[in-house]
């Protein structure tokens, strides 16, 4: 696999993490039983991810329609998205 195409894959995770990360936030802010600024914080973060993932479609869009990549952001994109979705999952699991 050649940098590019890491660059990416990358990217492709990052965006579908963060997408994934939006839509949790938007569970967990539609919850009822929240205090309203629990729910403020959620709503927060779903509109801050949904931006983010936003931002990594277009860095995606860039790196194919140009051939323009940065391989350590874009791995780095992907790392932090994915881990970020994994703490959101495990703060929604305790959540609940």
Do not use: C, P
């Not at 579908?16 to 959620?42: D, H, M, N, P, T």
């Not at 931002?55 to 791995?75: F, K, M, N, P, S």
């Amino acid at each position: 696999m050649n940098s590019f195409s890491l660059s990416i894959w990358s990217l492709i995770g990052a965006m579908l993490a963060q997408s994934i990360v939006s839509g949790l936030a938007i569970e967990l802010f539609l919850r009822k039983e929240a205090a309203a600024g629990q729910r403020r914080s959620w709503l927060a973060v779903a509109i801050g991810s949904t931006l983010l993932a936003l931002l990594h479609g277009y860095t995606l869009e860039l790196a194919v329609r140009t051939g323009l990549y940065d391989l350590r952001q874009a791995v780095l994109a992907g790392l932090s998205a994915s881990l970020f979705a994994l703490g959101i999952y495990g703060i929604r699991r305790q959540t609940a």
